[in-house]
C-alpha cells in the first residue's frame, strides 16, 4: 500500500544503504529512487539497486531541485501511499510501520513524523546545530498561526500522503520548498494532519547536509503564499495507475524505471488507490517519456 519516493543528488554514500533499509521492511513499499542529476557514483547504484531487486530508479539529466525529482518519481507511483525517504541516513525507514498506523486503523490519511513531539522516543533526537532545530520551530510555529492548527514539526521529511493527494496539489515547488507547499494546500484543502513521533539522526555539514539558513526563509514565503492565494489544485480523479517501463543497460542521462508488476495493495487500507490497470508491458523507455521527465527539471 506504499510508496517511497527517494530523491538523490550525490549520494553514493548512503544511498544503497537506505534502500536495502527499505525494502528489509515488512510493508514490502514500491520503491522509487531519482537522481537528481548526480555526478558521482549514484547513477551507477540505481542501475545495480534496480538489477538486483527490481526498484524503480529515474536518473535526471540536470540537477533541477528535490521537488522537481519528487514530481518525477510521483509519476511512477502505483500505491495508495506515497511518503519520500531522503538518501542519507538522517531518518530511520522503520518508522514507516508508525506512520501508517493511524492510516490503517482510519484516523488519518495524512500522517507527518514529528521529531518533536515529547514521549521518550522524541526525546532521543539530538541536533548537530541549534540553528536547525530553531529554523524548524520558527517555520512550525509560523504555519501554526498561519492555519490555526497545531503541528510540531512542519519541516520533517516524513510526510505521509495519499498518492491521489499529491497528484491533486497541481505541486509547482522545485527545490526544498516541498514541505511547506505540500503541507500548506493540504491544510487548505480541509486535511487534518496527524502526527507521530520519529527517531532523528541529523548529519552535519561536511557529511553532506545540503538544506541552509535560505531555505527557512523561503519555506516561510511558500506558507504565506499559499495561505493567501488561491489554490491551482485538481479535482478527485481516479487515474489510471502509472506504468512502470524498464530497461536492461540504460545509458548515461536516462531515465529508467522499475519491475513490470507492481506490488498488491497490502490489507488494512481504508483509502483506496489508483484504479488497478493491470500488469505493465516491459519496454524500453519512450522519447517521449524522457523528454517528459526532463521537462520537469
Not at 1 to 20: D, F, G
Not at 53 to 77: D, E, F, M, Q, S
Not at 190 to 214: C, D, F, M, T
Amino acid at each position: 500500500m506504499l510508496s517511497v519516493i527517494i530523491p538523490a543528488y550525490n549520494e553514493e554514500r548512503t544511498l544503497a544503504a537506505v534502500v536495502e533499509r527499505v525494502l528489509r521492511l515488512p510493508e514490502a513499499p514500491e520503491v522509487i529512487v531519482v537522481s537528481d542529476g548526480s555526478t558521482d557514483g549514484t547513477n551507477d547504484i540505481i542501475r545495480r539497486l534496480q538489477r538486483e531487486y527490481g526498484i524503480t530508479g529515474i536518473i535526471c539529466p540536470r540537477n533541477g531541485g528535490k521537488g522537481a525529482a519528487i514530481a518525477a518519481g510521483l509519476r511512477h507511483a502505483t500505491q495508495p501511499y506515497t511518503v519520500i525517504q531522503d538518501a542519507d541516513l538522517e531518518y530511520y525507514p522503520e518508522e514507516f510501520t508508525t506512520l501508517l498506523r493511524p492510516v490503517k486503523a482510519g484516523k488519518a490519511q495524512v500522517v507527518f513524523g514529528s521529531r518533536n513531539l515529547g514521549n521518550p522516543a522524541a526525546l532521543k533526537n539530538h541536533f548537530h546545530y541549534i540553528r536547525f532545530w530553531l529554523g524548524g520551530k520558527g517555520i512550525t510555529l509560523f504555519a501554526n498561526l498561519l492555519f490555526l492548527t497545531h503541528l510540531t514539526d512542519e519541516a520533517t521529511c516524513y510526510k505521509l500522503f495519499p498518492t491521489e493527494l499529491l497528484r491533486r496539489m497541481n505541486l509547482q515547488c522545485r527545490g526544498f520548498d516541498f514541505c511547506p507547499e505540500v503541507t500548506a494546500k493540504a491544510l487548505r484543502m480541509g486535511y487534518r494532519i496527524h502526527e507521530v513521533p520519529i527517531r532523528y539522526n541529523p548529519r552535519s555539514l561536511s557529511e553532506g547536509k545540503k538544506i541552509r539558513a535560505w531555505h527557512g526563509f523561503q519555506a516561510l514565503f511558500v506558507l504565506l503564499k499559499y495561505r493567501v492565494l488561491p489554490l491551482n489544485t485538481t479535482a478527485p480523479t481516479k487515474n489510471r495507475a502509472a506504468q512502470p517501463v524498464a530497461v536492461n543497460e540504460p545509458a548515461p542521462d536516462k531515465a529508467i524505471a522499475g519491475p513490470e508488476s507492481s506490488r498488491a495493495e497490502s490489507p488494512g487500507s481504508e483509502s483506496p488507490g489508483p484504479e488497478s490497470s493491470g500488469p505493465a508491458d516491459r519496454a524500453v523507455v519512450s522519447r517521449d517519456d524522457h523528454n517528459a521527465l526532463a521537462a520537469l527539471i
